[in-house]
């Protein structure tokens, strides 16, 4: 095993095989980038407060502080005490199993095949590109899922969880108080089951949609833009229930008091950019290599091998 603190800027390269992630940050910005390259490079461009502990063993490389561990993670809601930041980037080998958690940091986690985990307290998290199957687990932080071909699992207390241009094949979310936009681009059957207490559902699915439909409020407003399902009661609960297609795919919506629209998704040459959850396409969002400029995708000029 090997270790090392880093309590200033500094870029590290690892030699060892890295197969598995693991980073825990409290306020600041952590960039992870899935290479194709065989070693791991690490970029701490700016740190305040207590070092942190970089360490290596069997092929598991974890960023993290030693008073910060991943087991409970989520329980440390006070972020306030904690004096410190760090603006943390990494790139690993594609394939490498990611986990990361944040307190009040943004997390950005893009190009990864491996199994992704993100836990965040209050950081917003964006995920791009991810090919393995992804967890998301939050208290009140925001969740962006950006072009996510692996199956998609969220939980959230108030966070919010916005899927664009989602090929999944699984997607399960659970929210208290989040809404949910869901923009599914997947050709096959899908299998999509969102739960809420008062946050908004919209889903946008394929044209022509293949799925068996349910979605329930008990007194949240509907809209249904397919005309092969029915919507169900005037007042008070609503339901929107059908087939679309052969109904090889399921979708299950159900919210108590937020409201529920099924909307249509263009042909993908009429889009002018990613939906932002409104009946109009948005400007494009930026792409991994925006989201941390300089970092270890540039390749860090003063390389040290831990």
Do not use: C
Request: net charge negative.
């Amino acid at each position: 095993m090997s270790e090392r603190s880093v309590s200033g800027p500094e870029k590290l390269t690892f030699d060892d095989p890295v197969t598995e992630l693991n980073v825990r940050l409290v306020n600041g910005t952590v960039n992870v980038v899935g290479t194709d390259e065989g070693s791991a490079r690490l970029e701490v461009s700016e740190i305040e407060g207590p070092p942190l502990v970089v360490t290596q063993r069997d092929g598991v490389l974890t960023v993290a502080y030693e008073d910060l561990p991943w087991k409970g993670f989520l329980k440390w809601l006070d972020s306030k005490r904690w004096r410190r930041s760090a603006v943390v980037s990494l790139a690993v080998p594609a394939h490498t199993r990611v986990e990361v958690g944040v307190v009040g940091a943004a997390a950005v986690v893009s190009g990864v095949k491996g199994p992704s985990v993100l836990q965040g307290v209050t950081g917003d998290a964006t995920l791009v590109a991810l090919a393995g199957p992804v967890r998301a687990d939050t208290v009140s932080g925001n969740v962006e899922a950006q072009s996510v071909t692996g199956d998609l699992r969220f939980h959230s207390v108030s966070g919010d969880l916005t899927v664009v241009d989602g090929s999944g094949s699984t997607v399960r979310a659970e929210s208290v108080s989040g809404s949910m936009i869901v923009d599914l681009a997947a050709d096959g059957p899908t299998d999509i089951r969102l739960t809420s207490v008062s946050g908004e559902i919209a889903i946008r699915l394929p044209d022509p949609a293949d799925a068996e439909v349910e979605a329930n409020t008990a007194s949240g407003a509907v809209s249904n833009a397919f005309d092969g399902l029915r919507v169900h009661g005037q007042w008070g609960a609503h339901k929107i229930t059908g087939r679309l297609g052969a109904g090889t795919g399921k979708l299950r919506a159900t919210t108590v008091s937020g409201s529920i629209a099924l909307l249509r998704r263009p042909p993908h040459t009429e889009e002018s950019g990613p939906w932002d959850g409104s009946g109009n396409p948005s400007a494009p969002s930026p792409g991994p290599s925006d989201a941390a400029p300089g970092g270890p995708a540039d390749g860090p000029t003063d390389k040290k091998v831990l």
